[in-house]
């Protein structure tokens, strides 16, 4: 088959299609003729040499994907051939075909085109696992979500309404009226505004109950300070950095803070699959009536690969890079 080939640690340019074998689905996989697929950070991170390939996952990029079922493995029972779906993968998307547990693959919503759904299952299980199953958000509370225009971001935005909650981002000027479109109460220009100071005003010096962040070190002092009694944090990324030159751990005790660090793809097999299934039950009624979607920024041919990783890097993306594959 063809697939998306990294020529070595590289820039965007040592992307290019090449051949590969075709992977063979066990006995509770289904083969999929993989149509659309996504690009995420941690795409661009491995073609750098930056992210390790979680062992037993496909070395081909690529986390997600939409296509059709075209073999079923002996002991499947909950698809057929010639179903369409979309789900989460541990490596692999970014070619002609893909292999995927049944428990993981998700039906397409209705009237979804195979770039929305393609672009759905990562950020939104992100998304979902950092605030249901880390942050534990409930409704009436309020969260502060970094890059609120990114791919997760936009997802924790409507989430995080559909939970019943208040939400503030950080975002530049002109990706503000895509968050406040989703349902962002706040959106913060954190090129030219203190998100502490905003917090700290919007709440009249409550603070945040959550905060979902994706920069870390520059940014944890000031997370630390914008949480509330009682609040919790999750770092998905270090984007900003890991390293932090000075800190002030007091409000961890005071405010019995909760810190967390997280990440999907390298989560068991058994996890991802519980998760899948929470997330189905919650979502799809949301996605069916149209209050979740999927915020598409750009679709590119896939032989287009390094325009579309270079799109990613410069920072000027809203919502998720899709490559269609044919």
Not at 73 to 92: F, I, N, P, R, S
Not at 197 to 224: C, H, M, T, W
Not at 299 to 317: F, G, L, Q
Request: aromatic share 6%; hydrophobic share 40%; net charge neutral.
């Amino acid at each position: 088959m063809k697939a998306i080939i990294a020529s070595g640690k590289g820039g965007p340019d040592s992307l290019s299609i090449g051949e590969w074998p075709k992977p063979k689905p066990s006995s509770y996989d289904v083969l999929v003729k993989v149509e659309a697929s996504a690009i995420n950070r941690a795409d661009t991170l491995q073609r750098e040499g930056k992210y390790p390939v979680p062992e037993g996952e496909s070395p081909i990029l690529g986390l997600e994907m939409s296509g059709t079922i075209v073999a079923c493995g002996d002991k499947v029972t909950k698809w057929h051939v010639g179903d369409q779906v979309c789900g989460l993968l541990g490596g692999g998307g970014h070619a002609e075909f893909a292999i995927i547990h049944e428990d993981m693959a998700m039906t397409i919503p209705t009237g979804w085109s195979m770039e929305e759904a393609a672009a759905m299952p990562e950020v939104f299980l992100t998304a979902y696992q950092s605030l249901k199953w880390i942050c534990q958000l409930k409704k009436g509370e309020t969260v502060l979500i970094h890059a609120g225009a990114s791919g997760v971001g936009t997802a924790a935005i409507q989430l995080a309404k559909a939970i019943g909650a208040k939400v503030l981002v950080t975002a530049s000027a002109e990706k503000h009226d895509i968050c406040l479109q989703l349902g962002a109460e706040l959106a913060i220009d954190y090129k030219k505004e203190d998100f502490q100071e905003a917090v700290k005003g919007y709440s009249k010096g409550r603070g945040v109950d959550v905060v979902v962040d994706f920069i870390a070190g520059p940014y944890l002092q000031q997370n630390i300070n914008s949480l509330a009694i009682d609040g919790r944090m999750v770092l998905l990324a270090f984007l900003g950095g890991p390293k932090v030159d000075h800190l002030n751990l007091a409000a961890l005790l005071m405010k019995r803070l909760q810190i967390n660090g997280s990440t999907l793809r390298s989560r068991s097999q058994v996890y991802k699959k519980e998760l899948t299934q929470d997330f189905k039950k919650f979502a799809w009624p949301l996605f069916e009536s149209g209050q979740l979607k999927v915020v598409l920024d750009k679709v590119y041919n896939w032989k287009n690969i390094p325009d579309a990783h270079r799109r990613m890097e410069a920072n000027i993306s809203m919502g998720k890079i899709v490559l269609k594959v044919n």
